[in-house]
């Protein structure tokens, strides 16, 4: 699950999504299908149901758990033709079915029917859809730190890019000193002398992860110094 723990700056330009940051788990889903998934879709379908991944609408995989519910059901023919006209075969009933998915990084559908009593009475055709997508979003830092800096008010910003199912969640970590650097809103951080880190990741609605981008950089707000170890007299003139 997600939860909410901060912000980030995060200009926005075309394909760049700006949204706040999650600390988040690894995206996945129940083998058996919640309950909510399985009463929409048996209401919708006279009976008869499938559900992808426990309802999930997104997925970075094309092996997928297939649930499937029939209360008289006999045999099961799954296909990813659609409206089932073709590509697949009649086989004994069961609810939970591993499945490949026919497409990559576009919504999927995964259709059925039943047979059903002793005379192999056909149900209609049922479907059911996810999005595949293993594309990780990019973060990019638009305005870096050099490794050396001198001012207490810095800029920084990054965008990420994201084209598939969307950005699920950006992980920021900072120094304790840099408090601002997941902060909606600021674009100049006000720092105190120091080292200072911050490291960042996107995650997208299907789980993939953006590769780590990390910054970090010494701020030094003090001038050097300048001291005689030894100097002459005020006036130095030739003794006779």
Not at 33 to 60: C, F, K, Q, R, W
Request: hydrophobic residues 40%.
């Amino acid at each position: 699950m997600r939860q909410l723990s901060t912000f980030v700056t995060v200009a926005i330009s075309a394909a760049v999504i700006a949204v706040g940051f999650f600390n988040c788990s690894k995206v996945g889903y129940n083998e058996a299908a919640p309950s909510e998934s399985i009463s929409s879709a048996l209401s919708l379908s006279g009976g008869h149901a499938i559900v992808i991944n426990g309802g999930a609408d997104y997925t970075n995989s094309t092996s997928a758990t297939i649930n499937l519910f029939s209360s008289s059901a006999r045999e099961m023919y799954l296909t990813n033709a659609p409206n089932c006209e073709g590509g697949g075969s009649w086989e004994t009933y069961v609810n939970l079915h591993a499945w490949q998915l026919a497409d990559n990084n576009k919504t999927t559908t995964v259709w059925v029917k039943f047979r059903e009593g002793v005379d192999n009475q056909e149900s209609e055709c049922s479907s059911d859809s996810i999005m595949h997508d293993d594309i990780a979003p990019v973060v990019k830092i638009t305005v870096d730190v050099p490794a050396f800096a001198n001012a207490a008010n810095l800029p920084f910003q990054f965008v990420v890019t994201e084209n598939g199912s969307g950005l699920g969640a950006i992980d920021c970590s900072a120094d304790v000193n840099w408090k601002t650097a997941c902060s909606p809103g600021v674009s100049l951080h006000s720092l105190k002398e120091g080292p200072h880190f911050v490291n960042i990741r996107a995650v997208d609605k299907a789980g993939n992860v953006s590769e780590k981008k990390s910054v970090s950089f010494l701020l030094d707000l003090t001038a050097p110094s300048v001291s005689f170890v030894s100097t002459p007299p005020a006036i130095v003139g030739k003794q006779e």
